[in-house]
């Protein structure tokens, strides 16, 4: 080895690839993308996520009324009615 670079380079990439697991494994998804996709367990996750937030948690009824304000908004914005 002799001090040869490419062991850095190679310890720099296997760090790198290391990070990227654990982060994919640790990181939650946003309460913004488990709003909007609703995977299966999505309301217990979103609660878990808002819990570690110290925010209350939200019922099937709220994600519902959310859904339906941003598909309004959507709507409003594709009729060209919003400012500019």
């Not at 939650?28 to 948690?57: D, H, K, W, Y």
Request: aromatic share 4%.
């Amino acid at each position: 080895m002799g001090g040869d670079w490419r062991i850095v380079f190679h310890a720099g990439g296997v760090g790198t690839l290391i990070a990227l697991i654990v982060i994919a494994v640790v990181l939650p998804e946003s309460v913004a993308f488990l709003e909007q996709r609703r995977p299966r367990g999505a309301l217990e996750r979103i609660n878990r996520t808002l819990a570690r937030m110290r925010m209350e948690p939200v019922t099937e009824a709220d994600l519902d009324r959310a859904a339906a304000g941003r598909t309004d908004t959507e709507r409003a914005g594709r009729d060209g009615s919003g400012s500019c």
